[in-house]
């Protein structure tokens, strides 16, 4: 072997290391955080007409192009999208279609849609979703672009979007919607924030008519432990041989988006559902949130000592028969249909929710919420059918 290959190898381990440190560093950074978390800058369609909705696919004048504001003075892009049933009941094109809105919040239920990072509410994958949704699904849709993505005023923060996401609860009821007619579908990075504003209509004793989490993650903290870019490089796997190195950058987190934690505080029904072949957020994260839903159903558990070699028989025969107590009480409670083809729905219901988890085969990160299985199930759940 030529002397210099030994060499050349050091120089690019070295270098390596010094990116790796040096991305790191830049992690803890809160303006490069921001900007890898909700990725707004990335506003693609490039050019979006948002006045032109059609040009995107939908019907004319089935969608009104609109502004929010919330409580802090921030300038929202919303689309109004009207249900197909009241679209079709008009006896032509509207010419003034925002004059028909309190009409259609009134005599159809409305899903207030909450994006996931990147893009804008004129994405391709998201249209498809209001498409699904004013048709299969009979609902008007409300979907607003955060602050700062889009054409709306400011620059996201945790804290700011879950005040857009009240402001657009708010401009529904302003406008004449019931808060048991708005069903809150989030995506992906909006599954967070549908959980902020969820949590937030519960303890004020207002019940939305549910919460469906498209693809959602536990929480920030545990997605950089998960995530892939691209499906192939683990962003944070190199991290975990370094735990040191993981901590700083979980420390150094300013968005959290605690979805985990916020579980108790949701009152009334939730869906939630995640493809197999997700490889942006892998489905662990939904089987541990619909986990969370259903810990206080289950027999408590003292989990194993980390030195479990040191157990007396004894010991371990009460660990073992508390697991399997659980195990029993899941079974009993929790009813599980395999669907050909499709998925697996798991469910529970207790005296005050329903917690429905759709495990579907197909639909990846993006199109998970466009398969007319996850539609369906969401129609059935949530009684937007026989209209
Ligand atoms: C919002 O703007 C209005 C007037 O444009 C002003 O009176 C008000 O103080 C502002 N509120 C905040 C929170 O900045
Ligand atoms: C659609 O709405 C706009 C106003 O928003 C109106 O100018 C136009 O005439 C409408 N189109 C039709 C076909 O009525």
């Known amino acids: 072997m030529p002397r ?66 919330t409580a802090d003075n921030e300038s929202l892009g919303a689309w109004f999208v ?3 049933p009241f679209y079709h009941s008009l006896p032509a094109i509207p010419s003034q279609p925002a004059d028909h809105i309190p009409t259609a919040l009134k005599t159809h239920p409305t899903i207030l849609f909450f994006h996931g990072n990147a893009g804008t509410r004129a994405f391709h994958a998201r249209i498809q979703h209001y498409t699904a949704f004013s048709s299969r699904l009979s609902a008007n849709v409300l979907a607003v672009d955060y602050r700062g993505f889009g054409d709306s005023t400011g620059t996201p923060t945790e804290a700011g979007l879950a005040r857009d996401a009240r402001a657009a609860w708010n401009w529904l009821i302003a406008n004449g919607a019931t ?47 998960t995530y892939n870019i691209l499906g192939v490089v683990p962003l944070m796997r190199p991290l975990a041989m370094i735990p040191w190195a993981a901590n700083i950058v979980k420390r150094a987190l300013i968005h959290k988006f605690e979805t985990d934690i916020l579980v108790p505080r949701i009152k009334g029904p ?81 005296p005050e929710r329903k917690v429905i988890f759709v495990q579907t085969l197909a639909g990846g990160h993006d199109y998970l919420g466009v398969q007319e299985g996850v539609q369906d199930v969401i129609g059935r759940t949530f009684g937007l059918f026989g209209r």
């Open 179 to 225: 808060a048991n007619q708005i069903l809150i579908v989030g995506h992906s990075l909006g599954t967070g924030v549908s959980v902020l504003l969820s949590a937030e209509l519960s303890d004020e004793g207002i019940a939305p008519r549910g919460v469906v989490l498209l693809s959602p993650f536990s929480s920030v903290s545990k997605v950089l432990e």
């Open 82 to 84: 009207l249900s197909d």
């Open 270 to 350: 939730v869906l939630i559902a995640h493809a197999e072949n997700d490889w942006d957020i892998p489905y662990s994260h939904s089987e541990a949130l619909f986990n969370m839903f259903l810990e206080p159903l289950l027999p408590p558990s003292t989990p194993l000592p980390s030195n479990a070699v040191s157990l007396t028989e004894e010991e371990w025969a009460t660990f073992t028969a508390q697991a399997a107590k659980r195990k029993e009480a899941r079974a009993e409670i929790v009813t599980t249909v395999a669907l050909h083809n499709f998925g697996t729905v798991h469910e529970f219901t207790e």
């Open 4 to 69: 210099g290959f030994f060499s050349i190898a050091r120089t690019v381990l070295t270098v390596l290391g010094v990116l790796y440190g040096a991305a790191i560093v830049l992690l803890t950074i809160p303006y490069v955080q921001t900007h890898l978390l909700f990725v707004h800058a990335v506003r693609i369609p490039w050019s979006s007409n948002y006045d032109m909705p059609e040009r995107y696919g939908l019907a004319p004048n089935k969608t009104i192009n609109l502004r929010v504001n």
